[in-house]
């Protein structure tokens, strides 16, 4: 697995410190307040898992999982494929997290779509940030790193449902993905599945 790995972005401890920095971030901004942290299936597992253990504050925590699919022109449509139930939304103050942060599609859409569902705050953290590849405006309110437009695998992201277990972030072999029918035959793939 890791001979596939061209280049290591964030090593363990890079990862640590850029945790560290945005839970206190958080922290500071939920402090003496009740807050749901909603973790974005499955690629944010691993981040949220790690980011909420660096919280010292009482926090609740839910899933969703979604997936956006854009022409690369327009908003994407979003596919809710689990949804926290009402109880866990309705008047509540949500910090949704994800892997990463490209067109921006999945994060605006779902801060949407938990809005319409009665949320009374929907803010967003994201481990990774792409900003050369928006394709609508959308900053996140805290993220730990910015990358630059290649693919990355690794701390929970993946490959063809490969490579999340790495414990640091690299960028993938291009020979991994392009000897691949399913993979991401250019970084702005027509269908992004927003696992
Ligand atoms: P967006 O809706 O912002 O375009 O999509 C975000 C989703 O696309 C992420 O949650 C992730 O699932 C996927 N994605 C975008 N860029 C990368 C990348 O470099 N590596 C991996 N593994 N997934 C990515
Ligand atoms: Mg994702």
Redesign the pocket.
Known sequence: MNDDIQEILFTEEQIVAGIDQVAAEVTEHYRGSKFTVVS?LK?SCVFASDLIRRIPIPLELAFVSAS?YGDGTVS?RLELNFFPSDQEVSGRRLLLV??????????SSLVGAFRERGAAEVRSCVFLD?PGRR?LEYTADHRCFEVDD????GYG???AGEYRNLPFVGALRPEIYQQGSSGPET?SPAK????
């Not at 994800?98 to 994060?107: C, E, H, N, S, V």
């Not at 290649?150 to 695998?153: A, E, I, M, S």
């Open positions: 974005v690629g956006s994407g994800d892997d990463i942060l490209d067109t921006g599609r999945t994060m792409k394709a290649q693919f990355v695998v992201l993946d490959y970084v992004t599945l927003g696992d």
